[in-house]
């Protein structure tokens, strides 16, 4: 499971390249702009689930006292990085998106900022810890 994380992490990181290369473009290709955002969004939700199934449901669980606070510390972190990103894309619609491409830009880049942290984050403080425990869908 910890492989599916890892590769999950992977697809993220491409479709936030390539949502950051549209943006780096003075004018927004509309079409291209909303099709990244609807997969970065899908993926967001995809990785979400398999990592609260798998890595927090069993963490926070974990016998050792400062792993499961650990677990639970991101969890919570997480559920506002979730928060953000759906007020994000519920914020900055099709029509929103062209007519204030900059402001856009701006606002995105910073989503994307904190996606790539939490990721490394999670990888170098987390997954660590869930090496050599069972990361199959805690009950």
């Not at 943006?23 to 979400?48: C, F, T, Y």
């Not at 639970?72 to 619609?93: L, M, N």
């Not at 904190?114 to 990361?135: D, H, M, T, W, Y």
């Amino acid at each position: 499971m910890l492989k599916k994380l890892y590769d999950s992490h992977r697809q993220l990181e491409a479709s936030a390249e390539r949502l950051s290369r549209l943006i780096d473009a003075p004018q927004p290709d509309a079409e291209a702009v909303q099709e990244a955002r609807w997969d970065i969004g899908k993926r967001i939700l995809q990785h979400m689930a398999l990592e609260d199934r798998h890595l927090f449901a069993n963490l926070v669980r974990d016998k050792r006292p400062a792993v499961a606070t650990l677990a639970r510390k991101y969890q919570a972190d997480f559920a506002g990085h979730v928060a953000s990103y759906a007020e994000h894309a519920k914020r900055w619609t099709a029509e929103r998106v062209v007519a204030d491409w900059n402001g856009y830009r701006v606002m995105t880049r910073e989503q994307l900022r904190l996606l790539r942290a939490r990721i490394n984050q999670v990888e170098k403080e987390l997954f660590p810890l869930a090496r050599g425990i069972s990361l199959n869908a805690a009950h």
